[in-house]
């Protein structure tokens, strides 16, 4: 085997196990926009044309979460999310 056999066999060994790690073109992309103005690049559920992001209809399976009871140093309602039994996030629980 001469050098240019060899290196003609080594392109094409490096050329298959590159394809090898390409991405599944298969699955279907969100056809949403984002904030940045650019096509989202998540995939979605079969049937479905928008991702979890950007479905307005996406239910969590997280329903245990809910707003902190708590008030802020300004005396606003905290915004925070919790799961803990108290109804306090991590900054009002002591």
């Given at each position: 085997?001469?050098?240019?056999?060899?290196m003609?066999?080594?392109?094409?060994?490096?050329?298959?196990?590159t394809?090898?790690?390409?991405?599944?073109?298969?699955?279907?992309?969100?056809?949403?926009?984002t904030?940045k103005?650019?096509?989202?690049?998540n995939t979605?559920?079969?049937?479905?044309?928008?991702?979890y992001?950007h479905n307005?209809?996406h239910?969590?399976e997280d329903?245990?979460?809910?707003i902190?009871s708590?008030?802020t140093?300004?005396?606003?309602k905290?915004?925070?999310?919790?799961?803990?039994?108290?109804g306090?996030c991590?900054?009002?629980?002591?």
């Amino acid at each position: 085997m001469n050098r240019k056999q060899f290196m003609v066999g080594a392109i094409a060994i490096m050329a298959s196990a590159t394809l090898s790690f390409a991405q599944n073109t298969d699955k279907e992309t969100c056809c949403a926009i984002t904030k940045k103005e650019v096509k989202c690049k998540n995939t979605v559920k079969e049937g479905e044309t928008l991702c979890y992001l950007h479905n307005p209809d996406h239910v969590s399976e997280d329903e245990e979460s809910v707003i902190c009871s708590g008030t802020t140093k300004a005396g606003n309602k905290c915004k925070l999310k919790t799961k803990d039994l108290t109804g306090l996030c991590h900054h009002h629980r002591k």
